[in-house]
């Protein structure tokens, strides 16, 4: 079974700055589609950026982007200009090709300090 | 356009209760999906409707927990003899039919069991 990996439970970056929110992935499928969602005190996930495994380019987003390596099943979410609308929980998801359910890791609190 | 609805916003029951949990899908949305988030945790897939019927169910913990969808847009999440590990945050997403098709989640319904 896939899973899913944040080793950050929390990060903070200064408004404006730039912050980088790690995830892994651990699978023995090539083809499949790994998603960042956010999460604000809402409870509703929304969807931040998508990348499917077979592109080599990384996705991008206005200012957020990703740096996908699928070599080192890795799939790191890079926020720029960072503005205090963008603190919520974020989670790294991961669906497999044909598949309709998505797997989740356990989350990173962002803060972003004015 | 209404997004996904969930209602109750928050249930508290007490152990051994039934409970009901109900969700709204936007519109013309085929695809319908239940996830179980507990507290400081990712969401856990439970259950995903193509139409009316069940089309991966496999998230399901027990068979104290059952989800209908009769006309293919309206679901409820049923539990049986709540315990209190039943507490978390139940999400429910839709989608349009396909897979790359972005879900949409609502705020989810905080189930408490005392």
């Known amino acids: 079974a896939q899973t899913v990996t944040q080793s950050q439970p929390e990060m903070s970056v200064q408004e404006a700055e730039t912050v980088t929110l790690s995830c892994t992935y651990d699978?023995?499928?090539?083809?499949?589609?790994l998603f960042w969602y956010k999460q604000p005190p809402s409870r509703q996930m929304i969807l931040v950026i998508r990348q499917e495994a077979y592109k080599q380019q990384n996705a991008t987003e206005n200012r957020f982007s990703v740096n996908f390596q699928k070599a080192a099943k890795s799939f790191s979410l890079k926020i720029s200009d960072s503005q205090l609308g963008d603190a919520a929980m974020y989670f790294c998801?991961?669906?497999?090709?044909?598949?309709?359910?998505?797997?989740f890791g356990q989350g990173t609190r962002l803060t972003i300090n004015p | 356009g209404a997004g996904v609805s969930q209602t109750p916003s928050n249930k508290v029951t007490e152990k051994g209760k039934y409970v009901e949990l109900r969700c709204d899908p936007i519109s013309g949305h085929t695809a319908l999906y239940w996830y179980r988030q507990s507290l400081g945790q990712g969401p856990e897939f439970l259950i995903y409707?193509?139409?009316?019927?069940?089309?991966?169910d496999s998230g399901l913990p027990n068979d104290r927990f059952f989800a209908v969808r009769p006309e293919g847009s309206v679901s409820t999440l049923k539990i049986q003899r709540t315990e209190r590990g039943d507490s978390a945050v139940y999400l429910c997403?839709?989608?349009?039919?396909?897979?790359?098709?972005?879900?949409?989640f609502g705020n989810g319904t905080r189930l408490t069991v005392t």
């Open positions: 998801a991961y669906r497999s090709q044909g598949a309709q359910k998505l797997v």
């Open positions: 699978t023995s499928e090539s083809d499949y589609y």
């Open positions: 997403a839709s989608s349009p039919t396909g897979v790359l098709s972005p879900l949409h």
């Open positions: 409707f193509q139409g009316t019927g069940a089309a991966d």
